[in-house]
């Protein structure tokens, strides 16, 4: 059992940044993929970045690419996703979540087996 709690999220103004943490239980999260997912209101939920399980490979949506970075502590438990240059766009719930398999930069929501309750983050003009 993994569970997952997100944080950071808040009130931002555009090209501002912030920083999301998602703090982990369950010991195999060292040997977990982790993946950011965000969804705003009335739209589907959409990938955003993920990282295999030593960090060694990432993969991220084509609308954050050069100004999100994920990253992850295994000795924490951790996984963040630092926005940069943020967009009213960007405006949405952000969840967190778990992929066990770990060698692979999970894209699909039904890649994923475990899921966070999300962090609000509102960037406004």
């Known amino acids: 059992q993994v569970q997952l709690v997100e944080s950071g999220g808040e009130l931002v103004q555009t090209g501002g940044s912030l920083r999301l943490s998602c703090a982990a239980s369950?010991?195999?999260?060292?040997?977990?993929?982790m993946g950011w997912f965000r969804q705003a209101p009335g739209k589907e939920r959409d990938f955003v970045a993920a990282?295999?399980?030593?960090?060694?490979?990432?993969y991220y949506a084509d609308s954050v690419k050069g100004r999100f970075t994920i990253s992850r502590d295994n000795a924490k438990n951790t996984v963040y996703l630092q926005m940069n240059s943020l967009k009213p766009d960007d405006t949405a719930v952000y969840y967190c979540?778990?992929?066990?398999?770990?060698?692979?930069?999970?894209?699909?929501?039904?890649?994923?087996?475990?899921w966070g309750q999300g962090t609000q983050v509102t960037v406004s003009s």
């Open positions: 979540a778990n992929d066990r398999t770990g060698w692979r930069t999970s894209r699909r929501e039904y890649e994923y087996q475990y």
């Open positions: 369950g010991r195999t999260f060292s040997s977990s993929t």
């Open positions: 990282i295999n399980w030593n960090g060694g490979s990432t």
